[in-house]
């Protein structure tokens, strides 16, 4: 345990390295990209005199090396900063959006996952068989198609001609629980759609690797059931692949979504991304990166760690 | 039954008398019982109801839009800024001007000092009641060196602007301005109340109909109707929520699905198909929207206006608004001036698509053949690649080779409008002749997009701002529209039309055509059924 908690700690300080580093590439990027929050927010209205009075009042004016410390500064203390846009709290902004974002992200991998790690089981259990086979078409073909096209297709179905589900997912604070997890659905099983072939062809790759290994021919001789043999003893040692490609996964569903918000109309954190970088607002960029980065090394270090607790050769190491 | 239901919908338009509905629903086997409850159901959707929720789908919003009326940057902020605030005058539905804040104004003879008497006992919505102070303070919000305003250019012609008491406001014009009771009704020029001379611009309190109750930028806007709202015959709506949808499809799914009430911008391509639900209207306004190709008259070729009329006649404008806008336009005769303005000169003969006076004009500016750079992005506008590839193939057949420059998107107004010497510009266009012409045309203005020096059109310019006699105006007015469209830099190869998809069950009068969306007024004007 000893070592889980060093490597914890190792991999959290390299992870503000990474943030550190993130930053500071994202801050360029953002600069390198012609014009400004001046120029973007007054359009073809810009005048060379507002846009100087503009740039002079968000400090604009400054060179960038300055306003990346000073940046950087206030975030060492805590503070996100204000939006540069509409002056609100960026840490305000970013916490009800990330918030939206994590529930589509739960929702949608409460049904995924469960459902992928099922079907890549029973796929590895009846291995070539019509079963296999189908469910493999069907997870390939519906991660082939764009999510906007998948998510278009739903609405068709579910919202325009069924009536089942709300074409746009409108949630807003306040609403309740079992509301917002209606508003959700189609948003919800469009992303399953698209991450659950990943996570299944994993699974069942994996399980069916472990199936030549002599301790699983010694089970068959025993004379164990399939069912047995694949659940009871080829899945734990499986478990290492198959949660870092959950994770992957799972990353994914909260920082690759922003086609699926548009389509959707939902407002997560990635509509908040696009806007800022569209409209140049770089302290909103900057912080929504960090949380992007962050949710990446967060989600990676539990997989290790998680590897690690399911291998015992890694958790009790000579 | 269609057909029934279509002369019903001509009756709500009042496209047809109760007299034609009758007889044709009879004609339609229509018993005389239902035709007339029908005619008198299709009569009472006319009068104003109150009550219910608008729930407005807008094809813009950003999670950057603040509720600075200085920065108001795209339709859905200014469509919450026409719900939440009210200004010293107003455009109506029909394209009038009517007072708002100000009861009456006056000019003094060279227009050049202008009285604005508000009205007494206005309430903002935190209670404060209107008085002078609001209004100076609320223009100087725009005014002065620190100002990042986008209105600053259509300020700056005051002088000074003072409070005369508490219910007169006096602004002293640097030259005179007969149209400067139009100027004041700028989605920009908000009245907002004042504390110690400023204004919190930030705050959303304002003197209209409704009060912000929730602002979530980029996302939706929920709004309350405010019981002491001065105006008794607007503000029919209990409630508004404006929701942010930028996708077309999703807010044509919206509308479909009955999650909201009516949108803007509909996708023109399937406007058609759209138009085919029954619980659904399509609903086009023309106005003083319009698209330009704005030539550099400062830059070679362009600085010789042959070469100008050379390209103006080697556009196939029909063809350009068929392909572009469907049809949902008007074809532009290479002057600003829509149809929609007071002056808009009808007499002038429509340029056509004519490749022999192309060739005769490229000749007498003594080039035998042409080639030139058109840039163009679709930021300048839905289409603007496409049309300008269009040019290109029409002016071909007269000998001008058109080489289309697709720039980026990000930065075009920066980086490409102004700067290059041909780029594809959109105009929202403005309510009076003077605006658009000081705006876009007049020598020095910032956004003379063409660099264009006329002596001739730039001393009427100034004529015509002061001169309060009509007809006068008008001749003035007419005549500067022909030296632009003769002379000016400028290629106007379409208006294009404001499509909207609205409800059934939404009701209104005549829309304004000012602006998108009744002229940003959608949510005090309308009413359901």
């Not at chain 2, 929720?53 to 339709?75: C, F, M, Q, V, W």
């Not at chain 2, 301005?177 to 001379?197: E, Q, T």
């Not at chain 2, 808009?344 to 042409?370: C, M, N, T």
Request: net charge neutral; with cysteine; hydrophobic share 45%.
């Amino acid at each position: 345990m000893a070592k889980i908690a060093k490597m914890v700690a190792q991999r959290l300080a390299l992870g503000l390295l990474t943030l550190f580093v993130v930053s500071l590439i994202i801050f360029l990027g953002v600069e390198l990209l012609p014009g400004d929050l001046a120029e973007a927010i007054l359009g073809q209205s810009a005048t060379p005199e507002t846009v100087a009075a503009f740039r002079r009042e968000l400090k604009l004016d400054l060179p960038p090396h300055e306003r990346y410390i000073a940046w950087l500064a206030d975030i060492l203390r805590g503070d996100l900063g204000r939006s540069l846009a509409n002056q609100r709290e960026i840490s305000e902004l970013i916490g009800v959006r990330f918030a939206n974002t994590l529930f589509l992200a739960a929702v949608a991998a409460i049904i995924s996952v469960p459902l992928a790690v099922t079907l890549g089981v029973l796929a590895a259990l009846y291995r070539n068989s019509f079963y296999d086979r189908a469910v493999n078409v069907v997870t390939l073909s519906s991660i082939s198609f764009p999510e906007f096209f998948v998510a278009y297709i739903l609405i068709l179905f579910l919202a325009v001609q069924g009536g089942i589900f709300p074409s746009i997912s409108n949630v807003s604070p306040g609403l309740d629980f079992w509301d917002r997890v209606y508003r959700v659905i189609l948003p919800a099983l469009t992303l399953t759609l698209v991450v659950v072939a990943h996570m299944m062809r994993m699974t069942r790759a994996s399980i069916i690797n472990l199936l030549a290994s002599p301790y699983i021919e010694m089970a068959n001789l025993k004379g164990l059931s399939r069912t047995r043999i694949i659940v009871h003893h080829a899945l734990p040692n499986a478990l290492a692949p198959i949660i870092n490609v959950i994770v992957i996964n799972l990353a994914y569903l909260v920082v690759g979504v922003v086609i699926v918000e548009v389509v959707f109309v939902y407002p997560g954190l990635g509509q908040l991304f696009v806007d800022s970088v569209i409209r140049r607002d770089i302290p909103v960029v900057q912080a929504s990166c960090l949380v992007f980065a962050a949710t990446y090394i967060l989600l990676n270090l539990t997989a290790d760690v998680l590897s690690i607790l399911s291998n015992p050769r890694l958790l009790h190491p000579k | 039954m269609k057909q029934l239901y279509y002369y019903c919908k001509l009756l709500e338009c009042g496209k047809i008398s109760r007299r034609d509905f009758m007889g044709r629903a009879l004609a339609l086997g229509a018993t005389t019982a239902l035709a007339s409850s029908m005619a008198a159901q299709a009569v009472k959707a006319a009068t104003p109801k109150k009550g219910g929720k608008l729930r407005l789908g807008i094809g813009h919003g950003s999670t950057t839009d603040t509720l600075d009326p200085a920065t108001y940057e795209n339709l859905y902020i200014q469509c919450v800024g026409g719900a939440i605030h009210n200004k010293l005058t107003e455009v109506s539905n029909t394209g009038g001007l009517v007072p708002e804040l100000a009861e009456s104004w006056e000019p003094t003879p060279d227009a050049k000092v202008w009285a604005f008497k508000l009205r007494k006992g206005v309430e903002f919505h935190n209670g404060k009641t209107l008085d002078a102070e609001d209004v100076v303070a609320s223009i100087n919000h725009h005014r002065g060196e620190e100002s990042k305003s986008a209105a600053k250019p259509i300020v700056d012609p005051i002088e000074d602007v003072k409070a005369d008491g508490k219910d007169t406001v006096v602004f002293t014009m640097k030259s005179g301005n007969a149209d400067f009771p139009f100027i004041v009704s700028d989605y920009h020029l908000a009245i907002m109340p004042s504390k110690d001379g400023k204004v919190d611009a930030l705050s959303g309190v304002g003197a209209s109909g409704y009060t912000l109750d929730k602002f979530e930028p980029g996302v939706r806007t929920a709004l309350k109707r405010f019981p002491n709202y001065w105006k008794t015959n607007r503000a029919h709506f209990d409630e508004g929520e404006f929701l942010a949808i930028v996708d077309v499809t999703a807010r044509t799914n919206a509308l479909t699905t009955g999650e909201i009430d009516a949108m803007d911008r509909v996708d023109i391509k399937t406007a058609h198909l759209l138009a085919r639900n029954r619980n659904v209207k399509i609903v086009e306004t023309s106005g003083t929207a319009h698209y330009t190709f704005a030539m550099r008259t400062d830059t070679a070729p362009f600085d010789n206006n042959d070469v100008r009329l050379a390209l103006k006649y080697a556009l196939d404008r029909k063809a350009l608004l068929q392909s572009v806008l469907r049809g949902h336009g008007v074809v532009g005769n290479d002057h600003p001036i829509g149809r929609s303005n007071r002056y808009h000169a009808d007499e002038l003969p429509q340029r056509v698509y004519d490749i022999d006076k192309a060739k005769f004009h490229l000749k007498k500016a003594g080039h035998s053949s042409l080639k030139v750079d058109l840039s163009a992005a679709d930021a300048a506008f839905a289409g603007a690649v496409d049309a300008a590839v269009l040019y290109k193939e029409h002016a071909a057949k007269a000998g001008i080779e058109i080489n289309v420059v697709r720039e980026p998107n990000d930065g075009y107004w920066s980086n490409v409008w102004l700067k290059k010497p041909w780029c594809a510009v959109y105009w929202g266009g403005r309510p009076t002749e003077d605006w658009m012409f000081s705006t876009a045309y007049a020598d020095g203005a910032p956004w003379n997009d063409t660099f264009w020096k006329h002596d001739r059109f730039n001393k009427l310019l100034i004529q015509a701002r002061a001169e309060l006699d009509e007809t006068k105006r008008r001749e003035m007015y007419v005549e500067m529209q022909r030296i632009v469209s003769d002379e000016g830099g400028v290629v106007v190869p379409m208006f294009n039309n404001y499509v909207m998809g609205l409800s059934s069950k939404v009701q209104h009068d005549e829309m304004g055509s000012n602006w998108s969306l009744d002229g940003f007024r959608a949510l005090e004007r309308w009413w359901f059924a």
